[in-house]
């Protein structure tokens, strides 16, 4: 339908990058808000100030909405991907069934604690009580990403398995949790989705400041959330880093077509921008010199293997150039907001919650930072290619034969569409109808303890 | 026991699992809208919303467990049904997904019940055991062709024009209406609820005559379609008789409006035996006549650590399901309403 002819294999990989892509956006919320969450309630605990408990709650209520599209979509994936990569599943079935099955006890330790938390509200005489039901959730939500990052960072570098001829032999159900992708791999992928969290909670607090409704609360809130972002962001640059240097080392074909780097050298320079002609010609681009050895292994005198050294039919697409430096064009507006931020909050505090570029900033930053996670993945995926399983197992062969897919295709898209759309208003709804400072006059918690 | 028979066993549980917590869900999820368009809505809809806000989240969890554990016992599984099941399996993802989404956004979305939102959550309560049940119909060979190359396909016509796939469909819609409507007498009676409880009552009631009725039906539809597993479904006849006798004391306790929590019981305990009757005679196959447990199970380094993972997640999994059911369930004053959320 869309193809010239059917080829289950390009639908499934459309379909599932479709289903994926739609799915991060609420996994993300999912494992950075109930974090936020938690800071926000113990804040409140500890200072004794309603204003950050009222926080905790009103983040509680949007977040249930997040979670339940969260949910469906991560069913949707699970079974898509036994639908759509049955011979992948397979052998991912003998090899790396560990995570998987321990990411749905996440799950479960989660949904269990979320219902607790969001109806224990006024039960437990001890407030510390109730917090304490938030950090299960907390814990469940991030181990589930740790766990299919996991899976996915075998992906990328299998590893506890031996392979004979391209078939997987003996395996070692933990040693195959321990690639070499996973540290690097995990430790983003959390970092970045409490960055992004905070960043989408700021920039509610930010809109309520530039409409000029500026209560204390919305002060308190985007004080935290913004001192958390820029933390978050720092140690999520400086992890960025690493996974260079871990691409340099066992993705070698990844690093060198996302900078195209095409001969293999010493004092590599890093290619920003520019466009690559037919003939493999970078046209406009800015070249940086010895930057990309740097990248890749911390020495501007180190080797940087390039495309020269890769098989033609192992290369990646050449386009992830663009997904990367795009990722890093959006990284360096968010590192501006955050610098001016932290610079108003030290220098000339009263600007922090009235200057309307820094607000509009901020309100910008959560879109890029969503945004950025996107590409990142896009990046990262279509960079494996042409491997489902880097070394094992090429994207064609896993994919099913099904027809259909087109089809299936469609209708997918139409329902993240409606789910997407519906989510969207109920949201905005939500937060429109009810605003912080009517809930706190109708909580008679005006004062807000201290400050 | 060997490996393949404490993996398909774990699975299994986690399935009958999965059965009674989306069968209560499903159903009142029906009930709800049932009673609205019967003008009934303001006597059980308390009792039903009480009791679905905080677990709704867990219930589907069962179902993830289920299939995600699936690949890991038995890798070859994802390969047959996953090829065959592209179809059914995507309708009942988007169903899943329209269900479980719609009923967050009518339930903590400020626009409460709309009455398009109610027909979604009842409606689609109903077509997702329609849908999951085929799997089950599937497992018993026929559906499928597999040919010299090893590719699978599905024979769709066959689904649809089969008498054994429709018997399937119609025990599984009346069983979930039959298991939620008990759970809820036991549910309404706890929260002291007389009006929810007599409606209810009458659901449960109406129920029962035609889940056994359809019962049989299974019955001689799997006698005519797989002979095999029928006649070892006879050598655990008596677990079939024992599922019958619960289902008699069941009905009697709520037709007494007697001990309702252990009248629940029994009723766990008649789809508890049938459930294993009918799974122990399905052994060894998983799907007739392709795949056996024994096929390609898991290699054995990667069974010990699944089971040992599974042993240990029961250590952090049951005593949360303990705590989740103390303060929702056995709780009375919030299972009365008198605590707010
Ligand atoms: C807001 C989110 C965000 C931010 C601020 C950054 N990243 Fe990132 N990045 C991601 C979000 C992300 C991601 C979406 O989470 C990815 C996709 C796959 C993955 O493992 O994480 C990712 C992947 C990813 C990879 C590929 C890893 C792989 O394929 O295995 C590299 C090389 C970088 N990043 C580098 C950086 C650098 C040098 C950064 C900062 C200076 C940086 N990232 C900041
Ligand atoms: C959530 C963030 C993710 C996004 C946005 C994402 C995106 C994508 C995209 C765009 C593709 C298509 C690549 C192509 O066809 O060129 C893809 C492929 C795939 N991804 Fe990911 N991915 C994500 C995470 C994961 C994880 C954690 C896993 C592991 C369980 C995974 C498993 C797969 C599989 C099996 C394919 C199909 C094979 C392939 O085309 O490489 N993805 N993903
Ligand atoms: C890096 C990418 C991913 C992250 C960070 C992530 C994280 C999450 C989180 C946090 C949830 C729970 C939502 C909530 O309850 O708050 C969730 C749901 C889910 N995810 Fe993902 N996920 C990712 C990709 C995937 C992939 C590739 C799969 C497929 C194997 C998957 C399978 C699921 C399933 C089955 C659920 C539903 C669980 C339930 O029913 O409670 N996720 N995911």
């Not at chain 1, 074909?253 to 590599?268: D, P, V």
């Not at chain 1, 993945?377 to 042409?386: H, K, L, N, S, T």
Request: glycine share 8%; with cysteine.
């Amino acid at each position: 339908m869309l193809l010239a002819s059917y080829d289950p294999v390009m639908y499934s990989r459309m379909l599932t990058g479709l289903t994926l892509a739609f799915h991060i956006i609420f996994a993300t919320i999912g494992v950075g808000v109930p974090l936020m969450i938690a800071l926000a309630e113990w804040i409140g605990i500890r200072r004794n100030d309603e204003h950050y408990l009222l926080m905790a709650r009103r983040w509680a209520r949007g977040f249930v909405i997040t979670v339940a599209v969260g949910v469906v979509t991560g069913t949707a994936i699970g079974l898509q991907l036994s639908l759509l990569w049955p011979s992948f599943m397979k052998v991912a079935g003998q090899s790396i069934a560990i995570p998987l099955f321990l990411e749905t006890f996440a799950f479960f330790f989660e949904a269990i604690f979320l219902g607790i938390y969001l109806y224990t509200w006024d039960r437990f005489k001890n407030k510390m009580t109730h917090f304490w039901m938030l950090i299960p959730v907390v814990i469940g939500s991030s181990a589930s990403a740790f766990f299919i990052t996991v899976v996915n960072a075998f992906m990328n570098a299998p590893a506890g398995v031996t392979v004979v001829d391209g078939k997987i032999t003996d395996i070692s159900p933990f040693g195959a949790m321990l690639s070499p992708a996973m540290p690097t791999k995990v430790s983003h992928v959390l970092i970045t989705a409490y960055l992004t969290c905070a960043f989408i909670l700021a920039a509610i607090s930010a809109w309520s400041l530039l409409k000029g409704r500026n209560h204390v609360y919305y002060k308190k809130a985007l004080k935290l959330t913004m001192i958390s972002a820029s933390v978050f962001l720092l140690s999520s640059a400086i992890i960025g880093d690493l996974s260079g240097k871990y691409l340099a080392n066992y993705q070698p074909e990844k690093l060198a077509a996302m900078e195209w780097h095409f001969e293999t050298s010493k004092q590599a320079p890093l290619v920003l921008g520019g466009i690559l002609t037919e003939d493999n010609e970078i046209k406009y681009g800015i070249k940086i010199p010895y930057a990309l050895s740097i990248l890749a292994h911390g020495l501007p005198n180190a080797e940087v293997t390039g495309l020269n050294d890769i098989p033609a039919d192992e290369t990646p697409p050449l386009w992830i150039h663009y997904l990367f430096d795009l990722k890093m064009s959006f990284v360096a507006m968010m590192v501006v907001v955050a610098l001016a931020f932290l610079l108003l909050l030290w220098r000339k505090r009263s600007l922090v919650y009235s200057n309307k570029w820094l607000l509009r900033g901020i309100i910008l930053a959560a879109p890029l930072a969503m945004l950025t996670i996107e590409h990142g993945w896009i990046f990262a995926e279509v960079g494996r290619q042409p491997w489902i399983l880097h070394g094992i197992m090429r994207t064609t062969e896993g994919a099913t034969v099904s027809d259909h897919v087109d089809t299936m295709l469609i209708v997918f898209a139409l329902l993240y569409i409606v789910l997407g759309l519906t989510a969207i208003r109920v949201l905005t709804r939500m937060f429109r109808n009810n605003r912080a400072e009517d809930e706190i006059a109708a909580r008679g918690i005006e004062g807000g303890g201290k400050q | 026991m060997s490996y393949e028979v404490i993996g398909i066993t774990v699975l299994w549980v986690f399935l009958f699992g999965y059965l009674i917590v989306a069968s209560i869900d499903f159903g009142a999820g029906f009930f709800s809208y049932y009673s609205t368009i019967t003008g009934k809505r303001h006597l059980i809809n308390n009792v039903i919303e009480r009791y679905l806000s905080p677990v709704w989240e867990v219930t589907n969890v069962f179902l993830v467990f289920f299939f995600v554990g699936f690949v890991g016992f038995f890798p070859d599984t994802a390969y047959y049904y996953g090829t065959a099941l592209l179809l059914p399996g995507s309708v009942a993802i988007i169903l899943l997904a329209i269900r479980g989404s719609y009923y967050a956004f009518s339930n903590y979305g400020s626009k409460k019940d709309s009455r398009f939102y109610l027909f979604l959550y009842g409606a689609s309560g109903l077509l997702i055991p329609a849908s999951l049940s085929t799997v089950l119909t599937i497992s018993e060979g026929g559906y499928i062709a597999v040919d010299d190359n090893n590719q699978v396909t599905f024979l769709f016509s066959r689904l649809f024009t089969s008498t054994y796939s429709w018997t399937v469909v119609l025990l599984a819609l009346v069983s979930v209406l039959y298991i939620s409507a008990m759970f809820l007498c036991y549910y309404a009676n706890r929260a002291n609820d007389r009006g929810a409880f007599e409606v209810v009552r009458k659901y449960a009631i109406a129920w029962s005559g035609p889940t056994i009725l359809s019962s049989l039906l299974v019955f001689f539809a799997i006698r005519g379609h797989n002979a095999g597993h029928f006649q070892r479904m006879e050598d655990y006849a008596w677990m079939f008789v024992l599922s019958f006798i619960c289902f008699l004391v069941a009905i009697y306790l709520v037709w007494a409006r007697k001990r309702l929590g252990l009248s629940f019981i029994f009723v766990l305990l008649q789809f508890g035996f049938a459930f294993f009757g009918y799974g122990a005679g399905h052994l060894p196959y998983i799907l007739y006549p392709y795949l056996t447990i024994y096929d390609n199970f898991t290699s054995e380094p990667m069974a010990i650590a699944l089971i040992s993972v599974f042993v240990l997640g029961l250590l952090l999994l049951i005593p949360s399901l303990y705590l989740l059911m103390r303060l929702f369930l056995f709780d009375a004053n919030y299972v009365q309403g008198k605590r707010n959320k």
